[in-house]
C-alpha cells in the first residue's frame, strides 16, 4: 500500500488525504514532524517537505499537485474531469487554494522563525493582502458542489480548515457565503471531513 508521509496541520496533505479518500484510494498515513528531518522523509523528497506519497514500488511523488494528478490517474479520474474547460476550471480553483494555503504559511513561518523583534510586517501585510483579494473573489462567486466534486473544490475546504485553524476570527468577517460553502461542503461530504486540517 502506497505511504503518506504527512502532518494533521499541513493544508497540503489534508488536501491529499481527502482526495485519496475521496477517489476510495487505500494509503497507509505516516505522520512526520518537517523540523525532526527525519530520513524516511528527507530520503524520499531532498526538500524535507510534506506531503509526499512512497509507492509500492519505492517510487516517491512530491508536491501535493502531483500527487493529486497521480491519484486522479489510478482512480480514472475520479478527481478532474474529463472535459477539457471542467477540468481547467478544476485545476485553477486547486492552484488558488494552494496559493492561498503558500501566502498564509508564508505568514505563520515568519513569526514562528523570526525573534518577535525582527517579524517584518510589510511582508505579513502583502501576504494578508493577497489571502483576502482571493477570498473575496471567491466568496462572491463560490464553487459549486455538484455531487462529484474535483480536486479544486478539495483543495478549497482544505485551505478554509487551514485558516480556521490559524487565522480564526481573521478570515471569516464578510464572506459569509464561504462560510456556508465550507458547511455545505462538510454536510455533503463528511467521510472527509477527518483529514481537515486541525
Not at 111 to 137: F, G, H, N, S
Not at 159 to 188: P, Q, T, V
Amino acid at each position: 500500500m502506497p505511504k503518506l508521509l504527512y502532518a494533521s496541520t499541513s493544508p497540503y496533505s489534508s488536501k491529499v488525504r481527502m482526495a485519496a479518500l475521496y477517489a476510495g484510494i487505500a494509503i497507509d498515513l505516516v505522520p512526520v514532524k518537517t523540523e525532526d528531518k527525519p530520513a524516511e522523509l528527507t530520503g524520499a523528497n531532498p526538500l524535507g517537505k510534506i506531503p509526499v506519497l512512497v509507492l509500492d514500488d519505492g517510487r516517491s511523488i512530491h508536491d501535493s499537485r502531483a500527487i493529486t494528478q497521480h491519484l486522479n490517474r489510478v482512480s480514472k479520474n475520479a478527481l478532474l474531469p474529463r472535459n477539457p474547460d471542467k477540468r481547467l476550471d478544476a485545476e485553477v480553483l486547486e492552484a488558488l487554494a494552494d496559493g492561498i494555503c503558500d501566502c498564509a504559511l508564508s505568514m505563520v513561518y515568519e513569526r514562528r522563525t523570526r525573534p518577535e523583534d525582527m517579524v517584518y510586517q510589510p511582508w505579513l501585510d502583502r501576504q494578508w493582502a493577497k489571502i483576502t483579494a482571493a477570498l473575496d473573489l471567491l466568496n462572491a462567486n463560490p464553487p459549486k458542489l455538484p455531487k462529484k466534486i474535483t480536486t479544486g473544490q478539495i483543495a478549497l475546504r482544505a485551505c478554509l480548515g487551514y485558516l480556521s485553524l490559524r487565522f480564526a476570527g481573521k478570515w471569516e468577517k464578510g464572506r459569509s457565503r464561504l462560510i456556508r460553502w465550507a458547511a455545505r461542503f462538510d454536510e455533503k461530504f463528511p467521510e472527509l471531513k477527518p483529514a481537515i486540517p486541525g
